[in-house]
């Protein structure tokens, strides 16, 4: 939780997942029906939210900070 880098690079991922996930929704809540909607909800929260997490603490983990 100390680590600068580590932050900066999730939070630079974590912004690229956020954006890519809400166009995402955005375009499943158009073109989808309500089941497929949820389904894609659910897969994309998940996904969203667990991606930067893991992301994290990989990059902690291992300390793949130098990038």
Request: glycine share 10%.
């Amino acid at each position: 939780m100390n680590d600068e880098k580590n932050w900066q690079l999730t939070h630079r991922l974590g912004g690229r997942v956020y954006m890519l996930g809400g166009l995402i929704l955005l375009l499943a809540s158009l073109f989808l029906s309500e089941f497929g909607f949820y389904t894609v909800f659910l897969i994309g929260m998940l996904l969203i939210i667990f991606i930067p997490v893991i992301y994290s603490f990989w990059l902690f983990a291992f300390g793949k900070t130098a990038q």
